[in-house]
Structures are given as structure tokens and as C-alpha cells.
């Protein structure tokens, strides 16, 4: 056994992980089938050197300026401070990107590193469709066939995203196993993997899965909270004092939170999806707050389990929050201390995605939404002087349909 | 001496291939499992994997994926599946039976009981998909320790440099997946199989039983003349399902197909 792994890690720095066999303290990991073990290995050793190459980041950094349209901006809701009464809210706007979600940023990463690897076909797992369209959006732009795999039931209530991820020419493999949702479709997408290993690239949409994915996923989604510590120094001659977003698999929070994990005056609250309640049985999505650690595709992790060591499906109004796992990163951090998990539920998101719609003008995607749940309670017991920042991770014309039938509206 | 190590000894003295056979455990309820766990030795099988059901089965065609969901809505758990091997163990002391399945199950009864438990029943090896040799010390090496023999998965992929940690911590025998996919789902290749077969035996004294796509007595013939046992699972799996009534419930049929599949495969591979 290597000494090292078993040394804890010094916690004057929260940014040294994982360590070389991709644990965050107890989770994280490679607990995948051996036919997958070469493949993971073979990508992390292509990621460490894409790492280390001035090259890669000066295409990716090329990409996201004239491809995404990065720096996304850190926006003053100037109407929603006044309305909350207390502190200074800002939306770091990811909902502007390309393809209306933060979820491009990971896809630049990964499609290149897929051409580095010299391979030739693209596949996916989908939940709400929000990564599945990034993904069929990178594909289509580097010319690679692309095939998402999305849970038959997601399918039903993702229709706009299913449409678009057609029309960029990406085959959409509806899952029927299981219960027809996110994990199912992961799970089917590792079996396309297992059976197509030579030539197939798997992007995960998520700080999930064997490791290098977690921290690969990670360092492509940080260029939110490096962009957002550059842009609070510029308004306000100072770092943020609060940070809050949303956690689904948590990649949009793990963007945000990495590059302040080291500052002790910056808090962080990541908020999970509450569905029907806590205490409602397999009613929510909270693996951190409702869930116990458990092994899932290919890491260590909380997951929403019953006592036997099954996976249960859990419940959100959101369909990129519907996964009975996290990123391993979290359950580290939760564990440590160093960020706050809390939840929000499917009616205060609701609640917040109509405040936020009609007193900023923004629509926001239900994901943030549940952010920005959090955010009405938060933001009027700080003073005036907190710096808040809310990761507006997508945008909610996607959620429109949803959003009517559950107000009782047509359209 | 461990059950899988005599098997196979007396059966190479005999110059056969070993008959492993798979099904899963309370597939489609406990009583029928356990019936046809029963019955697999006198149909032919040398060796018994029962799978404990997962709802996640990532390496699993869909018909083991079913089979699983099938058990698990009939309320088969751990414990249950733990239960059935001890009540094998009554009227069996000779048939080897090694569990397979995910890790998650394993880790949350947890590790140690776990294997306490595995014991004290009569289990004799584990086949864990989803615990590489980076995860030996936390399950495969406490496996050892417990008594219990921990076979290993070799793939298409697993290259020469890998094939030593592979082999490092393997015992009872190596199981050769004998395509790159999930369960059940592809014929695999005899010229391919034979050569990796003889690589991984260049490299240890284990048998070797090959599996992953196995349905016929034919092929488990020509399997059995490169290899030293055979696996079947999904096409015994499918068979079960096949034997079902229209709500999924075993029928006066389930017990009697599968063991006569059992016969028929057992018979064609002794043909070898």
C-alpha cells in the first residue's frame, strides 16, 4: 500500500486533492469494471499531459472566448438586493454561455482532449438535457458522431432539449432500464463504453464518476470562480464574501467554490434539491443531507440508498438535480466543514423562478432556482456590505412547459 | 482444502472442464431461486455464481439487468441471498458457490460482517465487478483474511502490464470475459479467447473459466477445448424469464427449463 494515499491531507490547503489514486479523503476512487480500467488509466495520463500544455489551453481559452462567449459577466441584481434587504447579491451569469448553460465549458474541455486521444466517436448521459446539448453542440462543431443516452421518462419532460440535441445531428438512445432517469442513462452509457472501448470518448457531464473525471470536470468548470474572483476585484476592490449555487452531480458549484476553497473570509452554501421534502421517503435529491456514503459509478460518494445498498431514484421538480449521487469533491468538503449543503424545495424553487423572472428579467433554469431559494433566506440575514454571489448556471427557457403545468397554466 | 481448489483439481485429474453456472439470486423469488439453486448440481453444474441483485448492474446486459430488478421487487436482499447459500449448504457440502455483484451491497451491510456473515454460510469466493486491484485493500485483501476466494475479472483490455496486479491478488480460479461488453450480449471470437487464455495462463497456475457470452452447448463446447471451465448466465437467466407468467410469477415450468438447459449445456460441454 502507498504511505502517501494514507496520510490525511493537510487542511491549511483545500485544494491539493485528490491525491494519485483519486480520492478526496474516503470518496472519490476507480471502482469500475476491469474491461473500463485501461481506458480510465489511459485518460488520465492524456489529461495530465494536456494539463501541462501550453497549447491545449491557449485552443480551450480560444474556444471559450470565440465559441461560448466567456467571460460570462458577474451581474448586480440591483432590484433583487432592494426586494431581499440586505446583502449585495450578484448573478454570475452562465446562462449567457453557449448553449445556455455552464455545461459547455467542461464539454470545450473534454471534445479536446478526445482529439488528443485520436478518438472518433462521442457518446453522453443526459438528465434534464442541458449537458446532452453541449456535448451534441461540441460534437457537431469538431465533426465527431455523438450519441446521448437519456432516460426514457427525462425524455418526456425534456422535449425542447431532445429536439435540439437532433438537430445537431447527435442520436438520442431513450434508457428504458431501471426507472428510465439520469442514473439509468449513466449506467447504459458505461455499457456502450465497455463495448466500444477502442475508438469511443465518454464526456461526463458531471464532478462524478472514476477518477480523473471529478477533478478533470472540476478544473474545466473553474474558469467560473477564477473569472468571478478577477470581476468582484474589479467592482468592488474585494473578494466576495458569499457564494451560493445550486448541486445536482455539483459541477457548477465545484466551478465556483475551487478557486476560493483556500480563503477563509469566503462562505459557501451549496444547495441541494429538497423535491416534496426531507422527510418525505425517496421524496428528494439531497444525497449530502439525505443520503450516506455508498460506492456508484465508479466513485466513492453520499448517495440516496435504501438499507441494502440500493440506489434509490429520489425526487426534484428539476431534472439536472435528479441523481442519487454528488460529486466525491463535495462529500469531502461536507465532511471537512469547508462548504455548507443545504436544500432547497420543489415549491421554493418554483417560487424563486417566478420572483426572478419578473423582478429581474431573468429566467432563470430550475436549477439555479433552487440557488436563488436559498439566496431570499440567506441574503436578508447578512448586512449590506455581504458581497453574495449566485451562480446563475442555466437559463430556464427549457423549463417553461414544466414550469406552466405545475402553476396550473396552458401554453 | 477450498471447495473451488478440489473441484477443480479432481476435475482436471479427470481431464474435464469445469460447468459454472450463473443465476441470480431470488430471480424471480426467493423460493424458486433457491429450488433451482438446488437442483444445479445434480443438473450438471461444477461451480455455482449467484449473483446478488443491484438496482445499478453497470456491467450487465439487459438480460441479467431484469433478472436483478425482477429479485429485488420480489424483496430479495442481502441477507435473503445470504440465507439461500446456508440452506444450500444443508443437503450440499461440495458444490462451490461464489458471489458475484457490485460493491455498493457489500460495503454498506458492511465489509467486515459481510464477510462474517459469507462464511459462516458457506460461500466460498466473491466476484465483486466493480473493485479493481487499486481497491484490494479495502475488500479483496479482508476477503482472503475471512477465508474466502476472490476471483478476479480479466478482459480483452487487460494488457500484459496490467495482468500481474490483475493476477496478484486473484485465487479459486480467473474469470476471462471473453469480449469487451456487457453480459450476454455478444458471441464471442474462439481464436481470441484461445490466445488470451494462454497468455493469462503463462502467467499463473489458476484455472481459467471463460464467460460473457456463452448460450449454447456448442459454444460451450468449443469454449471448453481452449479453457479449463465455461460460465453461462444470461442465457439461463433468459430462460427463467421465458418460463414466467404474464405478472412475472414463476410457473410450474421455471425450475424444470433452467435445469434442463443446465443438462443440455452440461452435456455438450463433457462432449469436449
Known sequence: MDPIAETPLHLNSYRTGPDERGHFGLYGGRFVAETLMPLILELEAAYEAAKIDPAFHAELADLNAHYAGRPSPLYFAERLTQHLGGAKVYFKREELNHTGSHKVNNCLGQILLAKRMGKKRIIAETGAGQHGVATATVAARFGLPCVIYMGATDIERQKPNVFRMRLLGAEVRPVISGTGTLKDAMNEALRDWVSNVEDTFYIIGTVAGPHPYPAMVRDFQAVIGQETREQMLAAEGRLPDTLVAAIGGGSNAMGIFHPFLDDPSVKMFGVEAAGRGLDVPNGHCASLNGGKPGVLHGNRTYLLQDGDGQILEGHSISAGLDYPGIGPEHSWLRDTGRVTYVSATDREALDAFQLCTRIEGIIPALEPAHALAYVTKLAPTLPPDDLLVMNMSGRGDKDIFAVAGHLGMDI | ?272
Open chain 2, 1 to 272: 482444502m477450498h471447495r473451488l481448489a478440489t473441484v477443480f483439481e479432481e476435475l482436471a485429474a479427470q481431464d474435464r472442464k469445469a460447468f459454472v453456472t450463473f443465476i441470480t439470486a431470488g430471480d424471480p423469488d426467493t423460493a424458486t431461486s433457491l429450488e433451482i439453486l438446488k437442483g444445479l448440481p445434480g443438473a450438471g453444474a461444477d461451480v455455482i455464481e449467484l449473483g446478488m441483485p443491484f438496482s445499478d448492474p453497470m456491467a450487465d446486459g439487459p438480460a441479467i439487468q431484469r433478472a436483478s430488478l425482477r429479485a429485488l421487487h420480489a424483496g430479495q436482499d442481502m441477507h435473503k441471498t445470504l440465507a439461500m447459500v446456508r440452506a444450500f449448504r444443508e443437503t450440499n457440502k461440495t458444490t462451490p458457490i461464489v458471489l458475484m455483484g457490485y460493491y455498493n451491497p457489500i460495503y454498506v451491510y458492511p465489509v467486515d460482517s459481510f464477510l462474517a456473515d459469507a462464511v459462516e454460510a458457506g460461500v466460498d469466493g466473491l466476484i465483486v465487478v466493480d473493485a479493481p486491484p487499486e481497491a484490494d485493500d479495502e475488500l479483496c485483501i479482508p476477503a482472503m483474511n475471512a477465508g474466502l476466494n476472490f476471483v478476479r475479472l480479466t478482459t480483452p483490455t487487460t494488457d500484459d502490464h496490467r495482468l500481474g496486479a490483475v493476477l496478484a491478488n486473484t485465487s479459486g480460479f480467473v474469470y476471462y470475459v471473453s469480449i469487451t461488453g456487457v453480459t450476454g450480449t455478444r458471441a464471442p471470437d474462439l481464436e481470441a479467447v484461445a490466445k488470451n487464455v494462454a497468455r493469462i495462463k503463462a502467467r499463473t497456475t489458476l484455472p481459467v473459466a471463460v464467460g460473457f457470452g456463452v448460450r449454447t452447448p456448442e459454444q460451450a463446447k468449443s469454449i471448453a477445448s481452449v479453457a479449463d471451465g465455461v460460465v453461462v448466465g444470461s442465457a439461463l437467466v433468459d430462460t427463467i424469464a421465458q418460463s414466467l407468467d404474464d405478472k412475472g410469477r414463476a410457473t410450474e415450468l421455471t425450475v424444470s427449463s433452467v435445469l434442463t438447459l443446465v443438462e443440455k449445456l452440461s452435456a455438450g460441454l463433457k462432449a469436449a
